[in-house]
């Protein structure tokens, strides 16, 4: 049973999603929240009002959402070198975006202020400071420095010495997929997802490239299977955010396969399809420790730079095949049958099962509430 924590306990997330950046950063902040919602404590997020952006289904979830006006500068104002590489997903300077998240900062007084962006570091943090107890940060990229008194990176092959510069000495590191922010239901199916894949076969297919896909990888991936040689029996499943641009082109596409597709659209039961999929393919993205837990052999797709180092780390540990960028997947066909082999796909769950359990959101939050 988890302890109980009095209801003035406060823990605020800076994090965005857009067309841009996607849907993930906010998901696996909810995730966390959630996880501290259940210790009774108030979850505020501060996100930018940006195209593509999830606050509604934040304050859905039950938690307080704040919004930062969308920016009318196109590009946002440099200083120098030291700008993150993903300063432009802030869609302003990180000077004017932390004033504006200090003033609700001063009225809220968290406990932790939680920061899962790209595009904010040490400068940001600091001039934040004086609104927060303490920092958490989470990472992906070891690419700039921070400010953290605790920092989650949660990608295989990550190491605390890639962190070493770039974070105080007294900060504490959360290194590895056992610490993947999944949602319990996905360590609940596990039980029973593992032991489907005892007699691999190739009934079900799930597609996800994320929720926005902006560039409308699941519209190719669809493409590139007619030319495969699917058992006439499969069946496709796809999923997709509602903000995905191209929802409605995969809609239409989907009428015209070989095979039954279903296109499902904002679906809260994830869990529940991936532990019925006999093959997953997706992004190499978050949602890789998911189809980890459930040990759901998968082919991936880098879309994104910072999935490369996540898709070769997968593929060579035998946990997952990489495709490649979206422009490799003509090849497909090739090597469909050596992928899809039963033996291949037996091999692929049995070495995802051993990255995560799923229990990183509640390993999380317990650290947080016992060390604010």
Known sequence: MNPTFPATRCVAFRTDASLAIGTGHVMRCLTLANALKARQVTCHFICRDLPGQLIDAIRRRGHEAHVLPESEMATPATDDAQEPAHAGWLTTDWRTDAEQTLALLEMLRPEWLVVDHYALDARWQNATRPGYGRLFVIDDLADRPHAADLLLDQNLGREARDYAALVPSTCELLIGPQYALLRPEF????????????????????????????????????????????????KLS????????????????????????????????????????????????????????????????????????????????????????????????????????????????????????????RHVSSHLMINS
């Not at 593929?315 to 997947?329: F, K, T, Y």
Request: charged share 20%; aromatic share 4%.
């Open 238 to 361: 796809v999923v997709m955010g509602a903000n995905a641009p191209w929802l409605a082109s995969v809609q239409a596409q989907a009428l015209e396969m070989p095979w039954e597709t279903e296109v499902a659209v904002n679906v809260n039961d994830m869990a529940r399809r991936m532990s019925q999929a006999d093959l997953a393919i997706g992004a190499a993205g978050s949602t890789s420790w998911e189809r980890c837990c459930l040990g759901v052999p998968s082919l991936t797709i880098i879309l994104a730079e910072n999935q490369r180092k996540i898709a070769e780390m997968l593929d060579r540990a035998g946990i997952a095949v990489s495709l490649g960028e979206i422009d490799q997947l003509t090849y497909l066909s090739e090597h469909w049958a050596k992928v899809t082999h039963p033996e291949a796909l037996k091999g692929m769950s049995s070495s995802a099962a051993q990255i995560t359990a799923g229990q990183g959101a």
């Open 187 to 234: 360590a609940e199916y596990r039980e029973a997802s593992l032991a489907r894949r005892e007699r691999p076969s190739l009934g079900n297919i799930l597609i996800t490239m994320g929720g926005i896909d902006k560039d409308n990888a699941t519209g190719r991936v669809l493409e590139a299977l007619e030319s495969c040689p699917l058992p006439s029996h499969c």
